[in-house]
């Protein structure tokens, strides 16, 4: 019994750190962002865990978007015109206002839009709650799927959104409330929220996010903070600043990698996992490498 046990243990302890195959915002590359059609889409490919982006609306509902306003790039407005400057601040309208607006398409021509060619539109898709994408796993049979989820708040804009106790308060509520702690993380650049997370929801592990601009002395501070996990742009992470991390204690998790040359050589690296806006090609290549894969459990939004 006890070596059954003792067995037991070890298998979900490497199932816990096996390679972290993160479909960014769904699979951005392929759909758009932060929709139900992107995550339907990861899940159809096999991804270990779905990143993504949220905020709550004035009415208190937690929502999944990147952006703390309207992007004019990819929100077109009830009248199927795209924005003509930055939206309202999704903490500014309630759900029923915020699901006026179409997020199905990159606006043609624009920056924003040039990265994703093979980005296919989904023309009517609405911003969705958290709830929706954790249904939406249910609904494809995915009982492993991990959800690391973004908050989408800054210090330097802080009449866009709710403070950080009651927005980290009202997201772990709906992690809760789904039943899902022990398959989330939160994430952030803004590490009060973290603080918030660690204090009162010990069981929802946290994500420390670092630039492109990283000094290596942030490595020190997030150890100190509690963090266990690190997220920096793949641009600043090094082979050096890796064996720094990894005397921490702490696990490396890159954003976001979508070439193959890129996501090769971050494997290489030795990173714990990647997310992608391409999770097709970071699959591709792990398979390449012999390297365990997620299962594909395919599902329409």
């Known amino acids: 019994m006890i070596r059954a046990l003792t067995l037991i243990f070890l298998l979900a302890s490497a199932a816990c750190h096996a390679f972290d195959l993160q479909g960014h915002r769904g699979a951005r590359g392929l759909a758009p962002e932060n929709t139900l059609p992107a995550f339907a889409r990861a899940l159809s490919i096999g991804v270990s865990t779905l990143e993504l982006d949220v905020g709550v609306t004035r009415d208190g509902v937690v929502v999944v978007h990147h952006d703390r306003t309207l992007n004019p790039d990819i929100a077109r407005g009830a009248d199927g015109r795209w924005l003509e400057k930055r939206g309202p601040a999704i903490h500014a309208l309630d759900f029923a206002e915020l699901q006026r607006y179409d997020i199905g398409r990159l606006r043609p021509g ?57 927005f980290a308060r009202a997201l772990i509520a709906e992690i809760r409330g789904a039943a899902m702690a022990a398959r989330s993380t939160i994430q952030s650049f803004d590490w009060r929220t973290l603080k918030v997370v660690q204090d009162e929801a010990p069981e929802i592990a946290t994500v420390y996010l670092t630039g492109s601009k990283f000094d290596a002395s942030a490595l020190a501070s997030i150890k100190s903070a509690g963090g266990k996990i690190w997220s920096p742009s793949y641009r600043s992470l090094s082979e050096p600043t890796l064996k720094q991390a990894r005397a921490l204690g702490l696990r490396v998790v890159p954003w976001t990698v979508n070439e193959t040359a890129q996501i090769a050589a971050m494997i290489e690296l030795g990173v714990d996992g990647i997310i992608s806006d391409r999770p097709d090609l970071v699959r591709a290549e792990m398979q390449r490498r012999g390297m365990p894969l997620p299962a594909a459990t395919p599902v329409s939004p």
């Open 110 to 166: 624009s920056d924003y839009a040039r990265p994703f060619a093979e980005q296919q539109a989904a023309d009517g898709a609405r911003i969705p709650r958290l709830s929706e994408v954790f249904a939406l796993a249910r609904k494809a049979g995915n009982d492993a799927v991990r959800f690391n989820i973004e908050t989408k708040i800054s210090p330097q804009a802080p009449e866009e959104t709710l403070p950080p106790e009651p």
